[in-house]
């Protein structure tokens, strides 16, 4: 809630990424994972789900394990992403991780 942030099920779910994923064997054994994904939701307005959704398809195809899978610093160039929200991901993973070794949150797990 302080970063004004919801938990939602995966938009693509067909993909199955978290069951591909390293998380999953974690969760499996017991080991609390914690699997986090942009969504498609933007901070800015003017960007529609739909826009954000279609980039990501777009580049999944065009870039993800290819040569042109590194990071575009130049703001006009179409493969641009905004990346200034991260430090707020990784406070987010710190936080939950704190909450989890204090055992402020209850586990669950996948059977």
């Known amino acids: 809630k302080r970063q004004n942030r919801r938990v ?3 938009p693509l779910a067909s993909n199955g990424m978290f069951f591909r994923s390293d998380h ?8 609390p994972a914690l699997f986090i994904n942009m969504g498609f939701d933007s ?3 003017s960007k529609s789900k739909d826009f954000i959704r279609q980039k990501q398809l777009d ?3 065009a870039c993800y394990h290819k ?3 590194q990071v575009i610093e130049d703001v006009n160039h179409p493969w641009f992403w905004d990346l200034s ?5 990784v406070r987010l993973v710190y936080n939950v991780a704190l909450r989890l070794v ?3 949150l209850a586990s669950s797990r996948v059977k």
């Open 59 to 61: 580049w999944n195809a």
């Open 43 to 45: 901070v800015d307005e």
């Open 102 to 104: 204090a055992g402020d």
């Open 67 to 69: 040569d042109q899978d």
């Open 24 to 31: 999953f064997n974690f969760a499996k054994k017991g080991v």
């Open 8 to 10: 939602d099920t995966d």
């Open 85 to 89: 929200g991260c430090v707020d991901d």
